[in-house]
């Protein structure tokens, strides 16, 4: 009898056991599974979203935290460009076309595994000023030949603006090219001899003929022409799909494929083409949008969301 009492103990005695034992299995697995999640977390779990303020033409400088690589950035259906700052922080560009349409937009900040940031964008209506300049007939009605000689000229100028650069800079312009009176400013919408035309994709700058005009950031040329409408010249390519163009020159001093550092002489000012004068027109797009050269220039950097100047 005492031997079957202690056969009928023995499996009472081992489970008691094994259920112990399982338990601090199963709790210890909780534990290593709650660090895990914890983990991954900071690693694709979206932070507190950011609003960012920007006017139709700004190039915006915007700046996230996360730590890792292969990070990307997406706005208005695009992808642009970004740079690690190191100790977690990115920083990226975004260009506002000058015909942006006011709202709210979505800006993604995305890795394989998932999304960083999710942020805002709120582009604001830019005041722009009207602008009437008087020409001779044939630079404001054209005959069929000059019609195709223009489209041809602006198809060449539009595609320089898809050609790849092996350059990754800082979406900062380091100057003006030319120091003078801004005489018809980005964004103004124009009539010539009284009829509307497109509105002022860049900025004009009046200085005397024969001014040097420096690169203000360093590129390869893309382009050198002389159009009827825009006179001479030149596009250059920075990479990260920016490229700067410079009009109405009497001269140029580079050639298409050049290299031209940061300074470099581009050419001169004139006023050939459709000009009233001496002067300096400067247009820049960016991933194709119409940005205002201006909202390039160096100033501090602000990340505080929602408080943003574009730079």
């Not at 023995?10 to 983990?39: H, N, Q, W, Y």
């Not at 190039?59 to 259906?77: D, K, Q, R």
């Not at 140029?252 to 031209?260: E, L």
């Not at 083409?273 to 797009?285: C, E, K, M, N, S």
Request: aromatic share 8%.
């Amino acid at each position: 009898m005492q031997a079957n009492k202690r056969i009928a103990c023995l499996p009472c005695e081992f489970s008691k056991s094994t259920i112990s034992r399982s338990e601090g299995k199963r709790e210890t697995d909780m534990k290593i599974s709650l660090l895990i999640a914890f983990v991954l977390s900071l690693w694709v779990t979206p932070a507190m979203a950011n609003e960012w303020h920007a006017t139709q033409g700004d190039v915006v400088t915007m700046e996230t935290s996360y730590t890792g690589n292969a990070l990307t950035l997406t706005c208005f259906g695009k992808s642009w460009p970004l740079k690690a700052l190191g100790r977690g922080k990115w920083r990226g560009w975004v260009g506002v076309d000058l015909k942006k349409k006011p709202g709210k937009y979505n800006i993604m900040w995305k890795t394989a595994k998932g999304t960083v940031a999710n942020d805002f964008l709120l582009v604001e209506k830019g005041t722009f000023r009207i602008s009437h300049i008087e020409v001779s007939k044939k630079m404001a009605v054209f005959d069929k030949p000059t019609l195709t000689r223009i489209r041809t000229e602006v198809k060449a100028l539009k595609a320089s603006y898809k050609v790849a650069v092996d350059a990754s800079p800082d979406m900062v312009m380091h100057s003006r090219p030319v120091d003078g009176i801004v005489s018809t400013p980005f964004g103004a919408q124009r009539f010539v001899n009284g009829e509307p035309r497109s509105p002022h994709s860049g900025i004009d700058i009046a200085v005397p003929a024969g001014t040097i005009i420096k690169a203000p950031l360093a590129g390869r040329v893309l382009l050198v022409a002389d159009m009827y409408l825009n006179g001479k010249t030149v596009a250059i390519g920075h990479g990260n799909g920016l490229v700067s163009v410079y009009s109405h020159m009497q001269a140029t001093a580079v050639k298409k494929g050049d290299w031209i550092e940061t300074g470099g002489k581009i050419g001169e000012v004139g006023a050939t083409g459709r000009a009233t004068g001496p002067h300096l027109h400067w247009g820049v797009r960016f991933n194709n949008a119409r940005v205002n050269p201006d909202s390039m220039l160096p100033k501090p950097v602000k990340t505080t969301p929602g408080k943003n100047a574009a730079p």
